[in-house]
Protein backbone atom coordinates (compact mmCIF):
# COMPACT_ATOMS: atom_id res chain seq x y z
CA UNK A 1 0.00 0.00 0.00
CA UNK A 2 1.50 2.98 -1.27
CA UNK A 3 1.55 6.56 0.85
CA UNK A 4 2.97 9.62 -0.27
CA UNK A 5 3.01 13.02 1.70
CA UNK A 6 2.93 16.29 -0.12
CA UNK A 7 3.25 19.70 0.79
CA UNK A 8 0.03 21.81 0.37
CA UNK A 9 -1.46 24.96 2.74
CA UNK A 10 -2.46 23.62 6.45
CA UNK A 11 -5.61 24.05 8.14
CA UNK A 12 -9.54 24.15 8.37
CA UNK A 13 -10.12 26.94 5.93
CA UNK A 14 -7.39 26.86 2.78
CA UNK A 15 -6.02 29.39 0.66
CA UNK A 16 -6.29 28.68 -3.14
CA UNK A 17 -3.84 31.18 -5.62
CA UNK A 18 -5.28 32.20 -9.07
CA UNK A 19 -2.14 30.42 -10.47
CA UNK A 20 -3.32 27.51 -8.81
CA UNK A 21 -7.00 27.29 -9.73
CA UNK A 22 -6.19 28.26 -13.15
CA UNK A 23 -3.52 25.73 -13.14
CA UNK A 24 -6.29 23.17 -12.03
CA UNK A 25 -8.47 24.22 -14.95
CA UNK A 26 -6.07 23.85 -17.57
CA UNK A 27 -5.75 20.30 -16.54
CA UNK A 28 -9.40 19.74 -18.14
CA UNK A 29 -9.76 17.45 -15.62
CA UNK A 30 -12.59 17.30 -13.12
CA UNK A 31 -10.26 13.88 -11.28
CA UNK A 32 -7.13 16.30 -10.43
CA UNK A 33 -9.21 18.92 -9.18
CA UNK A 34 -11.67 16.68 -6.75
CA UNK A 35 -8.01 15.23 -5.72
CA UNK A 36 -6.39 18.00 -4.75
CA UNK A 37 -9.74 18.89 -2.24
CA UNK A 38 -9.15 15.68 -1.15
CA UNK A 39 -5.46 16.53 -0.14
CA UNK A 40 -6.15 20.06 1.10
CA UNK A 41 -8.84 18.35 3.51
CA UNK A 42 -6.40 15.17 4.38
CA UNK A 43 -3.12 17.25 5.11
CA UNK A 44 -1.73 16.77 2.11
CA UNK A 45 -1.80 12.68 2.68
CA UNK A 46 -2.41 10.37 0.39
CA UNK A 47 -2.68 6.92 1.38
CA UNK A 48 -3.52 4.94 -2.04
CA UNK A 49 -5.95 2.98 -1.29
CA UNK A 50 -7.99 5.25 0.75
CA UNK A 51 -8.15 7.80 -1.78
CA UNK A 52 -9.48 5.71 -4.16
CA UNK A 53 -12.14 4.74 -1.96
CA UNK A 54 -13.23 7.71 -0.72
CA UNK A 55 -13.13 9.34 -4.49
CA UNK A 56 -14.35 6.52 -6.10
CA UNK A 57 -11.23 6.18 -8.30
CA UNK A 58 -9.10 3.56 -9.62
CA UNK A 59 -5.29 2.97 -9.10
CA UNK A 60 -4.66 3.53 -12.51
CA UNK A 61 -6.70 7.13 -12.08
CA UNK A 62 -5.78 8.25 -9.30
CA UNK A 63 -1.70 8.01 -10.36
CA UNK A 64 -3.03 9.95 -13.32
CA UNK A 65 -4.70 12.50 -11.58
CA UNK A 66 -1.64 13.02 -9.29
CA UNK A 67 1.06 13.46 -12.48
CA UNK A 68 -1.89 15.78 -13.55
CA UNK A 69 -1.12 18.28 -10.74
CA UNK A 70 2.25 17.68 -10.53
CA UNK A 71 2.86 18.17 -14.12
CA UNK A 72 0.59 22.02 -13.76
CA UNK A 73 2.94 22.65 -11.27
CA UNK A 74 0.37 22.67 -7.88
CA UNK A 75 1.37 19.74 -6.12
CA UNK A 76 5.37 18.69 -4.74
CA UNK A 77 5.62 14.98 -3.61
CA UNK A 78 7.53 15.85 -0.23
CA UNK A 79 11.05 13.43 0.72
CA UNK A 80 10.28 11.24 3.29
CA UNK A 81 11.89 12.08 6.69
CA UNK A 82 15.59 11.22 6.80
CA UNK A 83 16.18 8.05 9.07
CA UNK A 84 17.83 9.27 12.65
CA UNK A 85 21.57 9.37 12.48
CA UNK A 86 23.32 5.78 13.74
CA UNK A 87 24.31 5.87 17.20
CA UNK A 88 27.92 4.45 17.98
CA UNK A 89 27.44 2.33 21.25
CA UNK A 90 31.05 0.77 20.55
CA UNK A 91 32.66 2.43 23.60
CA UNK A 92 35.97 2.22 24.40
CA UNK A 93 37.11 -0.45 27.02
CA UNK A 94 38.58 2.11 29.63
CA UNK A 95 40.96 0.60 31.69
CA UNK A 96 41.31 0.87 35.45
CA UNK A 97 44.14 3.20 35.69
CA UNK A 98 42.99 5.32 32.48
CA UNK A 99 39.75 5.80 35.00
CA UNK A 100 41.39 6.76 37.84
CA UNK A 101 43.63 9.59 36.57
CA UNK A 102 40.46 10.61 35.09
CA UNK A 103 39.29 10.99 38.80
CA UNK A 104 42.41 12.44 40.08
CA UNK A 105 43.26 14.79 37.63
CA UNK A 106 39.36 16.84 36.32
CA UNK A 107 37.34 17.86 39.46
CA UNK A 108 34.40 18.41 37.01
CA UNK A 109 34.53 14.47 36.84
CA UNK A 110 35.37 13.88 40.22
CA UNK A 111 32.05 15.54 41.37
CA UNK A 112 29.82 13.69 38.88
CA UNK A 113 31.13 10.33 40.70
CA UNK A 114 30.51 11.83 43.94
CA UNK A 115 27.00 12.97 42.83
CA UNK A 116 26.09 9.81 40.81
CA UNK A 117 27.25 7.62 44.11
CA UNK A 118 25.19 9.84 46.22
CA UNK A 119 22.43 9.15 43.86
CA UNK A 120 22.17 6.17 43.73
CA UNK A 121 22.59 5.28 47.00
CA UNK A 122 25.81 3.12 46.16
CA UNK A 123 29.77 3.21 45.72
CA UNK A 124 30.55 2.59 41.72
CA UNK A 125 32.24 -0.38 41.03
CA UNK A 126 34.59 -0.56 38.54
CA UNK A 127 32.58 -1.55 35.57
CA UNK A 128 30.46 1.28 36.52
CA UNK A 129 32.79 4.02 36.89
CA UNK A 130 34.18 2.56 33.22
CA UNK A 131 30.52 3.18 32.19
CA UNK A 132 30.41 6.73 33.56
CA UNK A 133 33.67 8.27 32.27
CA UNK A 134 32.47 7.00 28.69
CA UNK A 135 29.56 9.57 29.48
CA UNK A 136 32.05 11.96 29.84
CA UNK A 137 34.86 11.54 28.04
CA UNK A 138 33.20 9.40 24.74
CA UNK A 139 29.63 10.43 24.76
CA UNK A 140 30.99 14.34 25.51
CA UNK A 141 27.81 14.96 28.44
CA UNK A 142 28.99 18.07 30.81
CA UNK A 143 28.32 17.14 34.04
CA UNK A 144 25.21 19.07 34.06
CA UNK A 145 23.80 16.78 31.46
CA UNK A 146 24.72 13.28 33.20
CA UNK A 147 22.89 14.79 36.25
CA UNK A 148 19.58 15.35 34.28
CA UNK A 149 20.00 12.15 32.94
CA UNK A 150 20.30 10.29 35.98
CA UNK A 151 17.36 12.23 37.36
CA UNK A 152 15.37 11.32 34.53
CA UNK A 153 16.23 7.40 35.09
CA UNK A 154 15.60 7.84 38.95
CA UNK A 155 12.22 9.05 38.48
CA UNK A 156 11.60 6.50 35.73
CA UNK A 157 12.13 3.53 38.33
CA UNK A 158 10.31 5.27 40.67
CA UNK A 159 7.66 5.47 39.11
CA UNK A 160 7.89 1.72 37.80
CA UNK A 161 9.16 0.36 41.43
CA UNK A 162 7.81 2.82 43.79
CA UNK A 163 9.68 4.30 46.39
CA UNK A 164 12.49 2.84 48.25
CA UNK A 165 12.45 0.36 45.03
CA UNK A 166 15.88 -0.64 42.95
CA UNK A 167 17.67 2.39 41.36
CA UNK A 168 18.47 2.24 37.75
CA UNK A 169 21.67 0.48 36.85
CA UNK A 170 24.99 2.31 35.03
CA UNK A 171 23.96 0.36 31.98
CA UNK A 172 20.15 1.33 31.74
CA UNK A 173 21.64 4.62 32.35
CA UNK A 174 23.89 4.22 29.36
CA UNK A 175 21.20 2.51 27.30
CA UNK A 176 19.29 5.99 27.74
CA UNK A 177 22.07 8.36 26.65
CA UNK A 178 22.26 6.14 23.75
CA UNK A 179 18.74 7.38 23.25
CA UNK A 180 19.31 10.91 24.11
CA UNK A 181 22.06 11.24 21.34
CA UNK A 182 20.14 9.88 18.75
CA UNK A 183 17.20 12.58 19.87
CA UNK A 184 19.86 15.42 19.59
CA UNK A 185 19.89 16.17 23.21
CA UNK A 186 22.85 17.92 23.68
CA UNK A 187 22.32 20.77 25.88
CA UNK A 188 21.01 20.69 29.14
CA UNK A 189 17.90 22.80 27.75
CA UNK A 190 17.05 20.39 24.99
CA UNK A 191 17.05 17.95 28.02
CA UNK A 192 14.90 19.70 30.20
CA UNK A 193 12.64 20.74 27.14
CA UNK A 194 12.46 16.99 26.72
CA UNK A 195 11.75 15.73 30.39
CA UNK A 196 9.05 18.02 30.52
CA UNK A 197 7.16 16.66 27.00
CA UNK A 198 7.95 13.48 27.82
CA UNK A 199 6.04 14.00 31.75
CA UNK A 200 3.25 15.79 29.82
CA UNK A 201 2.81 12.81 27.52
CA UNK A 202 3.16 10.61 30.75
CA UNK A 203 0.08 12.88 32.95
CA UNK A 204 -2.10 12.66 30.11
CA UNK A 205 -1.53 9.00 29.22
CA UNK A 206 -2.51 8.32 32.81
CA UNK A 207 -5.64 10.45 32.55
CA UNK A 208 -6.20 8.35 29.22
CA UNK A 209 -5.88 5.13 30.97
CA UNK A 210 -7.92 6.33 34.20
CA UNK A 211 -11.03 7.56 32.04
CA UNK A 212 -10.71 4.53 30.18
CA UNK A 213 -11.06 2.05 33.51
CA UNK A 214 -7.25 0.62 33.32
CA UNK A 215 -5.79 1.50 36.85
CA UNK A 216 -5.52 -2.07 38.15
CA UNK A 217 -3.09 -3.58 35.73
CA UNK A 218 -0.77 -1.97 33.68
CA UNK A 219 -1.42 -1.55 29.71
CA UNK A 220 -0.37 -3.50 27.71
CA UNK A 221 2.20 -2.80 24.70
CA UNK A 222 -0.57 -2.45 22.27
CA UNK A 223 -2.67 -0.33 24.65
CA UNK A 224 0.37 1.73 25.05
CA UNK A 225 0.94 2.16 21.67
CA UNK A 226 -2.30 3.67 20.53
CA UNK A 227 -2.42 5.89 23.55
CA UNK A 228 0.94 6.81 22.27
CA UNK A 229 0.15 7.78 19.38
CA UNK A 230 -3.23 9.76 20.04
CA UNK A 231 -1.14 12.08 22.67
CA UNK A 232 1.22 12.68 19.66
CA UNK A 233 -1.61 13.52 17.64
CA UNK A 234 -2.22 15.90 19.70
CA UNK A 235 -5.51 14.47 21.70
CA UNK A 236 -5.68 15.53 25.10
CA UNK A 237 -7.46 13.33 28.01
CA UNK A 238 -11.39 15.23 26.82
CA UNK A 239 -11.03 14.29 22.96
CA UNK A 240 -10.20 11.08 23.71
CA UNK A 241 -13.01 10.71 26.25
CA UNK A 242 -15.61 11.76 23.34
CA UNK A 243 -14.03 9.31 21.17
CA UNK A 244 -14.71 6.40 24.08
CA UNK A 245 -18.10 7.63 24.37
CA UNK A 246 -18.74 7.28 20.71
CA UNK A 247 -17.21 3.96 20.53
CA UNK A 248 -19.16 2.66 23.40
CA UNK A 249 -22.50 3.56 22.37
CA UNK A 250 -21.57 2.52 19.01
CA UNK A 251 -19.90 -1.29 19.69
CA UNK A 252 -21.30 -1.67 23.58
CA UNK A 253 -17.77 -2.09 24.88
CA UNK A 254 -14.27 -0.29 24.70
CA UNK A 255 -12.92 -1.69 21.26
CA UNK A 256 -9.47 -0.22 20.66
CA UNK A 257 -9.53 -0.34 16.72
CA UNK A 258 -12.56 1.32 16.51
CA UNK A 259 -11.87 4.13 18.87
CA UNK A 260 -8.31 4.56 16.99
CA UNK A 261 -10.37 4.74 13.68
CA UNK A 262 -12.37 7.64 15.02
CA UNK A 263 -9.49 9.61 16.89
CA UNK A 264 -6.89 9.31 13.04
CA UNK A 265 -10.54 10.26 10.87
CA UNK A 266 -10.66 13.65 13.68
CA UNK A 267 -6.51 14.02 13.06
CA UNK A 268 -7.09 14.07 9.68
CA UNK A 269 -9.79 16.77 9.69
CA UNK A 270 -7.28 18.73 11.80
CA UNK A 271 -10.07 18.30 14.84
CA UNK A 272 -8.46 18.06 18.69
CA UNK A 273 -10.10 19.87 21.07
CA UNK A 274 -13.94 19.06 21.67
CA UNK A 275 -15.36 22.03 20.63
CA UNK A 276 -13.50 21.82 17.44
CA UNK A 277 -14.64 18.23 17.30
CA UNK A 278 -18.25 19.12 18.11
CA UNK A 279 -18.42 22.19 15.40
CA UNK A 280 -16.42 20.37 12.97
CA UNK A 281 -17.48 16.63 12.84
CA UNK A 282 -20.11 16.13 11.05
CA UNK A 283 -21.60 12.93 9.12
CA UNK A 284 -21.20 12.52 5.43
CA UNK A 285 -24.16 12.99 3.22
CA UNK A 286 -25.97 9.85 2.19
CA UNK A 287 -25.27 8.64 -1.29
CA UNK A 288 -28.02 7.45 -3.64
CA UNK A 289 -28.03 3.76 -4.33
CA UNK A 290 -25.69 2.90 -7.75
CA UNK A 291 -28.41 0.64 -8.69
CA UNK A 292 -31.67 3.09 -8.65
CA UNK A 293 -33.03 4.84 -11.81
CA UNK A 294 -32.12 8.42 -9.98
CA UNK A 295 -28.74 6.67 -9.05
CA UNK A 296 -27.51 5.86 -12.80
CA UNK A 297 -28.93 9.33 -14.07
CA UNK A 298 -26.70 11.26 -11.02
CA UNK A 299 -23.64 8.64 -11.97
CA UNK A 300 -24.15 10.49 -15.95
CA UNK A 301 -24.21 13.20 -14.68
CA UNK A 302 -21.06 13.04 -11.93
CA UNK A 303 -18.33 13.69 -14.26
CA UNK A 304 -19.43 17.32 -15.44
CA UNK A 305 -21.13 18.29 -12.05
CA UNK A 306 -18.05 17.02 -9.80
CA UNK A 307 -15.89 19.29 -11.62
CA UNK A 308 -18.24 22.41 -11.48
CA UNK A 309 -18.59 21.53 -7.87
CA UNK A 310 -15.20 21.31 -7.42
CA UNK A 311 -13.83 24.59 -9.40
CA UNK A 312 -16.56 26.68 -7.39
CA UNK A 313 -15.46 24.98 -3.86
CA UNK A 314 -12.01 26.35 -5.34
CA UNK A 315 -13.13 29.67 -5.79
CA UNK A 316 -14.92 30.33 -2.59
CA UNK A 317 -11.93 28.98 -0.97
CA UNK A 318 -10.22 31.72 -2.41
CA UNK A 319 -12.69 34.80 -1.85
CA UNK A 320 -12.86 33.38 1.97
CA UNK A 321 -16.16 32.55 1.94
Not at 31 to 41: C, G, I, K, P, Q
Not at 207 to 219: D, K, Q, V
Request: charged residues 25%.
Amino acid sequence: MTERTFDLPRGGIYTITDEAVTALLGTGSGEAARLYLYLLSHRGKCLDKEACAALGMAPAALKAALQLLQTAGVLREVAPPAAPPLVNDARPDYAGAEVAQGIKRDPAFRHVVDEVQRRLGKILSSNDLQILFGLYDWRGLTPGLISLLVSHCLEDARRRFGEGGRPPTMRQIDKEAAIWEQKGLDTEEKAERYIETQETRRQAGSRIYRLLGIESRAPSPSESRYVSEWTDMGFAPDAVALAYDKTVLKTGALNWKYMNSILRNWHEKNLHTPSEIESGDTAPAKRTPAGTPAGRAAAAAAPGRREREAVERMRRYVKGE
